[in-house]
């Protein structure tokens, strides 16, 4: 059983360009939550989907962020107009249960360069 | 906004002493988990404890759970090289976990 996948590992983007983050969770897996890290931090929460649905979405910007988990395939965040601030590592997890009750199973990330 | 508070924010013992790391929260919880995250890596799951559990053992790991204090502790045995990583606290919110900042320990040899 494959573990979390996350593509590509590396993105680096010119401010003003979209940046599109994959997730394919777990096989079995219907839950999935989308994570941002900076340099020496913690991971913050950004939005939490089960499949064709936004379930939690508090942690997510308003503006330039969407995220997705369609019926087949992975589950994509995507980012417009990136700018600098938006370099960070991003971290998919999914879980077999809610994932606030139950082991999330992280993929290694994807580190997001904007120049 | 940040749940989970460790502490010490860095760590470092020689191989084999016993590392113990803490974790303070504000609010009531259902369950709190631990997870290590090794340098540039993803986090791995170590231990989930219920609030109505005060203590939980894995191999040489022991987690406690003091819901009166609202804290918990993070015990690593005789400690090993590759025991080196950041360690995050993380307690559940409505439908999700929040993370805080962790401890980055260092196993000195």
């Known amino acids: 059983n494959a573990g979390v996948m996350q593509n590509p590992r590396h993105l680096v983007r010119r401010r003003g360009q979209e940046a599109r983050l994959r997730c394919s969770p777990m096989k079995g897996h219907s839950h999935v939550y989308w994570y941002r890290q900076l340099p020496e931090e913690g991971l913050k929460f950004m939005v939490y989907?089960?499949?064709?649905?936004?379930?939690?979405e508090s942690g997510m910007p308003k503006e330039r962020f969407s995220a997705e988990f369609p019926k087949e395939g992975p589950s994509i965040l995507r980012i417009q107009q990136v700018v600098r601030g938006d370099s960070a590592a991003y971290f998919c997890a999914s879980s077999l249960l809610i994932g606030s009750t139950d082991t999330q199973y992280f993929g290694p990330g994807t580190r997001l360069t904007v120049l | 906004s940040q749940q989970g508070e460790e502490d010490p924010q860095a760590l470092s013992i020689q191989e084999g002493e016993n590392a113990t790391m803490n974790c303070s929260y504000k609010t009531s919880i259902n369950n709190l988990q631990w997870y290590r995250q090794n340098s540039g890596r993803g986090l791995v799951h170590l231990i989930l404890?219920?609030?109505?559990?005060r203590e939980k053992h894995s191999g040489r790991l022991r987690v406690t759970l003091d819901t009166s204090k609202k804290s918990s502790s993070l015990l690593i045995t005789a400690s090993r090289a590759a025991d080196t990583a950041s360690y995050f606290c993380?307690?559940?919110?409505?439908?999700?976990?929040?993370f805080g900042k962790g401890t980055r320990l260092h196993i000195l040899p």
């Open positions: 993380a307690t559940d919110r409505d439908d999700k976990i929040i």
């Open positions: 989907l089960q499949k064709e649905n936004i379930i939690d």
């Open positions: 404890i219920r609030s109505n559990e």
